[in-house]
C-alpha cells in the first residue's frame, strides 16, 4: 500500500517540555576512574547538555552520592549552567532508589527522562532498568555518561537499550531540543551553545559567520 508523508516530527523525538534531564554523579571522585572516555571530553559534553536544558528551560534534577563523604562536589559546569538548580545528595548507588529523588520526578511529572551521568554500568543502569520497568521512557546521552572502561560502558547501554532505552549524544540533544532554525527565541542560544562546547561543529559555526556571514535558516548565526 502507498504510504503518505506529512512535515510532522516523530513523536518518539524529545521536546523541551515532555521530559525530566537527571544528571547523577558527575562529581571528582567518579570522574577519576572514568576510562571509557577523557575527562577533559566528559566535562564538555556534560557542559554542553546543563546549557542546553538551561536555555530550553528543561526540567532538570542534579543528584549525587556521599558528596561530602567521599564523591566530591558536581562539576563546575553544571553548577555554572544551573546554579538554581538544587542538588539531592542520595547514599543509594541506584537513584531510583532514594525517596527524594522519586519525589521530585513525581512533583515534575513527566513521562519521559533523561539519564546522563556516572558510572553508566551502576548509576545509569540502575535507574533506566528501574524507570523503564515503572512505565518511563528513558533516553540515555551516551556521551555526557562513563565507566572504569570502554567494555563497561558498552555493555551497560547494550542492556539499556535491549530494556527499551533510546542512545542520544550531547550535541544531539541540543539539535533536536531546537529542531528548527527558524525558532527565533532560542536560535541565539543553541547556537552560542553549540559554539563553546560543541567541538568542531562549533567551529565551524565560528569560521563560518566570521568569515562570509554564514546563516542557519535565514538567521544570522551568532557571532
Known sequence: MPVTATAAPAKSLLTPGDHTLILIDHQSQMAFATKSIDTATLRTNTA????????????TIVTTVAE???????????????????????????????????????????PRLVLAGLWTGVCIVGPALSAIEQGFEVYVLADA???????????????????????????????????????TETYDMTTGVARKYGGAYGLGIVYAKTMFGAQEGGHALAA
Open 48 to 59: 554542553l547538555v546543563a546549557h542546553a536544558a538551561a536555555g530550553f528551560g528543561v526540567s
Open 68 to 110: 561530602k563523604s567521599f564523591s566530591g562536589p558536581v562539576f563546575d559546569e553544571i553548577k555554572e549552567a544551573l546554579p538554581d538548580v538544587e542538588t539531592t545528595d542520595r547514599t543509594s548507588m541506584n537513584t531510583w532508589e532514594d525517596v527524594n529523588v522519586i519525589a521530585r520526578v513525581n512533583a515534575i511529572g513527566k
Open 145 to 183: 555518561c562513563g565507566d572504569v572502561s570502554a567494555e563497561a560502558h558498552e555493555r551497560a547501554m547494550a542492556r539499556m537499550i535491549q530494556a527499551g532505552a533510546r542512545p542520544m549524544t550531547a550535541l544531539q540533544y541540543l539539535l533536536e531540543l531546537q529542531r528548527d532554525w527558524a525558532r
